[in-house]
């Protein structure tokens, strides 16, 4: 056989209009036979492409497509499905009660300045950290038991936070309650 009667697994493809993975795939399970002029060049006589071929049968391509149609709409259904089940499954959470902003501080609730003077803190320093919020803080307008407004509290998280922020650094002072 000449040169001519011989193709390359891509122009084999090409031509017969197959994937050059069967035509590989055929020649590793020795079901088509391929020679190798080259150590990095496989070349297959076109006699034994075209009778490997023969006994193979194609499924018209109408076939094919619709198959994988039907193969997208189930796996379009399944996903819906999954997702419906999802959202079945996800406990509702009520939602927190909502804080009141104003009338009488909550017990739970300390005035952040009272608590920065209490501790030995600068005023000026607690306010930089809790406007780059370091520092979590409660907004609102409530009346102390001493009478005065108080605009920002600490909770007992800002409490815990406000502690890990000072605490060891001088003048820190740490009071019988400490950590909070």
């Not at 379009?76 to 501080?105: H, I, N, Y």
């Not at 607690?126 to 979590?136: F, K, N, S, Y």
Request: hydrophobic content about 40%.
């Amino acid at each position: 056989m000449t040169d001519s009667e011989h193709l390359t697994i891509r122009e084999a493809a090409r031509r017969y209009r197959v994937s050059d993975k069967k035509l590989q795939r055929a020649i590793r399970a020795e079901k088509l036979r391929a020679r190798y002029p080259k150590p990095n060049r496989c070349e297959i006589a076109i006699s034994d492409l075209e009778h490997f071929l023969s006994g193979q049968v194609m499924e018209p391509v109408e076939s094919r497509v619709a198959a994988l149609e039907q193969r997208v709409a189930d796996l379009e259904d399944l996903v819906q499905r999954l997702l419906s089940l999802q959202k079945a499954s996800k406990p509702r959470r009520a939602s927190p009660a909502k804080e009141r902003t104003t009338g009488l501080l909550p017990s739970q609730f300390v005035s952040l300045l009272a608590f920065a003077q209490f501790h030995n803190v600068a005023e000026s320093k607690v306010l930089a950290h809790m406007d780059t919020g370091l520092l979590p803080v409660k907004r609102g307008e409530w009346i102390d038991t001493d009478g005065s407004v108080v605009t920002l509290a600490l909770d007992p998280a800002g409490k815990r936070a406000f502690h890990q922020i000072y605490h060891g650094v001088p003048p820190f002072f740490e009071c019988s309650q400490c950590p909070h």
